[in-house]
């Protein structure tokens, strides 16, 4: 998005782009402090998760063959989390094991079960990661959607798109919370399609409306004629 913008020269892109992964690690690293604080992870899972992150972002971003995905394939590869989760599920019930353990455990040996929610559980994380990958592999997987994401625009429609992005993600949160608990499966189906919305619309609705909103306009240079 910074690369692709032509209203900042180049040292002002090399700031942002700075600034901005300056913003990232520091997240990053509160967000490492604050699992261990609170011992949710042992340390070697808050190592390998950073890294894993970090290469898997790394990869995505260098492999262009991935923004060139059909449909079907985007699609089955987005589904990949869901299916392996499933499959486990699957079998802890086959061989007799509750898979949702945790919870039970939770509820027992926590100080205060209050802070025990079902949005903590280990398949509502799989739903949430399932939905998010699902719907930027439908987004991504549009021409459409690619070109208004990638289009050069007006600063307007920059600033626009990040408002209309923290805009749905605080309404997805609203959603979120709404949502009834009392069926674990229809609560995490639920929150699978919040999670796969959200992204598909950020990344392709939300573009393509703004570039037809606010088409970028390039002035044509009449030539005098002899």
């Known amino acids: 998005f910074v690369w692709q913008n032509r209203l900042f020269s180049k040292g002002a892109q090399r700031i942002i782009v700075t600034l901005l992964y300056a913003v990232y690690i520091s997240w990053v690293s509160l967000v490492f402090l604050s699992r261990l604080y609170i011992q949710a992870h042992f340390i070697d899972q808050c190592v390998l998760g950073v890294l894993a992150g970090l290469l898997v972002g790394y990869v995505c971003w260098k492999w262009e063959a991935l923004l060139h995905l059909g449909l079907i394939r985007s699609t089955l590869l987005a589904s990949t989390l869901f299916a392996t989760s499933g499959m486990v599920w699957v079998s802890m019930v086959q061989v007799g094991q509750d898979p949702m353990w945790s919870v039970a455990k939770a509820l027992k040996h926590c100080y205060d079960p209050v802070h025990v929610k079902v949005d903590t559980q280990a398949y509502y994380i799989m739903a949430r990661f399932t939905g998010s990958a699902l719907g930027l592999g439908l987004g991504l997987s549009s021409e459409l959607g690619l070109r208004a994401l990638t289009a050069p625009g007006r600063m307007l429609r920059s600033v626009l798109a990040c408002k209309a992005g923290v805009l749905l993600g605080r309404t997805a949160t609203i ?21 796969a919305v959200l992204p598909y619309a950020v990344v392709t609705t939300v573009p393509i409306l703004l570039t037809r909103l606010l088409p970028d306009v390039t002035p044509v240079v009449k030539q005098k004629t002899l």
């Open 175 to 195: 959603l979120l919370s709404g949502l009834p608990t009392h069926d674990v499966a229809q609560f995490v189906t639920l929150s699978l399609g919040v999670h």
